[in-house]
């Protein structure tokens, strides 16, 4: 990550957390952090994304931890390429019920799900203020609340592994990472 403005980036992440607050269909953000990177990567050819761009890197970089407080070793099981794949189906997963699930509300097969979810499983019954109230269709609001899902969930992973090791454990699985490497390695 490159210092001075790079080292900003982190506001971005927490900006995104904020605005759902002002209407839960701005989540849809979301959309440009799932595409940027793969627009990177294809330009050039490298992972520039991870190495200098990604407000997540960013954010998990400014959690403090104390200089007297010996680092934890990473378990090896958790960096391994199976866990690495596994969250790669879990996201992809993920995206596939969120896209389902969308259709099918859309259709009218559903009532849609109005509340986050931590790992898809676990609904976080929250009932976020909005400041800003938008009439648009149930299913972009489901699909709303399925993207802020999949933020939070990865969000908090990652800054837990960041406090319990180091501070960029996460990247060592974060899908983004896993299927750049597979795409590089071709
Ligand atoms: S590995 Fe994931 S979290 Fe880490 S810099 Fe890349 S995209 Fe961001």
Known sequence: MKPGIWSRLWLFTVAYFILVFVN???ALLALICFTLPVYFLLRDQRKSWCQSYCPRASLLMKIPRSKKQPLRPIPAWLVSEKTRQ???RY???NLFFASMSTIMVSLGRMAPMLIPRFLILFPVNVNLPQFVSLELPHWLT???F????????STLIGIALAILY???TWCAICPVATLSDQY???
């Open 91 to 93: 996201f992809a997963m």
């Open 184 to 186: 590089l390695a071709k």
């Open 166 to 168: 180091r501070n960029r």
């Open 24 to 26: 839960i269909h701005l």
């Open 146 to 153: 399925r993207f802020l899902s999949m933020m939070m969930t």
């Open 142 to 144: 489901h699909l709303s």
């Open 86 to 88: 596994w969250v790669v």
